[in-house]
């Protein structure tokens, strides 16, 4: 048992001098669409974080390949938008790519909800 306690508090410690922060992760986008939607669908990965990489231009100039990096926490309903962004031309794929740091006030927000629940589980 004490060896127990002792790791339990050394981990504790190394936490508090480590600063750790919260991952998300990142997702690799390819949206294949006709060249008339290039600016609604752009602007659209942008609400949604998105960092464009490149934008390709068909080899008959029809259709434009736009890849982005995007929060995977900002992807859920893309389809749904996408769809209606271009009547149902664009198509869209996702893999996945890296985790970067959650923005600090993110992590905030998400620390702060986590206590109250567990001053909540603790009241109750």
Known sequence: MAFRTCM???IRDTMKKASPSILEPVMRVEVEIPSEFQGTVVAALNRRMG???SSDV???GSGITVI???PLSNMFG???ELRSLTQGKGEF????FKH???PRNTQDELMKKYR??????EAA
């Open 100 to 102: 970067i740091q959650v």
């Open 8 to 10: 339990a508090n050394a």
């Open 93 to 96: 794929s996702m893999e996945y």
């Open 78 to 80: 893309y389809s749904t």
């Open 68 to 70: 982005a990096e995007v």
């Open 58 to 60: 068909s080899d008959d």
């Open 51 to 53: 960092m464009i990489q």
């Open 116 to 121: 109250e629940e567990k001053e909540n589980e």
